[in-house]
């Protein structure tokens, strides 16, 4: 899977900068996670814990895939707590 991903992203390369590689939004990821905690390390204010890849949905487009609303709408639900203001 690592030498598909590799070769797949590859071509969805459109900038490098230093150790990150921008690619086009075109590739759906299916992400298992044990649970999701506020951090104020990530942008969208939250990090999966224990995140692995459980598979690339190729049978669904960018447009399909979750937001961060929606995993916050997860975390609400789960935890009882609210989005911070600003995210």
């Known amino acids: 899977m690592l030498r598909w991903m590799t070769e ?3 071509t969805l390369e459109v900038d490098r900068d230093g150790t990150t590689v921008y690619v086009r939004p075109e590739l759906v990821v299916e992400i298992a996670y044990n649970d999701l905690q ?6 969208g204010g939250l990090a999966l814990r224990f995140a692995r890849v459980k598979r690339f949905r190729e049978d669904k487009q960018a447009g399909e895939a979750d937001t ?3 995993v916050w709408s997860t975390f609400e ?5 609210q989005q911070k203001v600003g995210m």
Do not use: H, N, V
């Not at 506020?38 to 942008?43: G, H, L």
């Not at 639900?77 to 707590?81: I, N, Q, Y």
């Open 77 to 81: 639900a789960s935890s009882g707590r």
């Open 38 to 43: 506020e951090s104020p390390r990530y942008p």
């Open 8 to 10: 797949k992203l590859q």
């Open 68 to 70: 961060i609303q929606t």
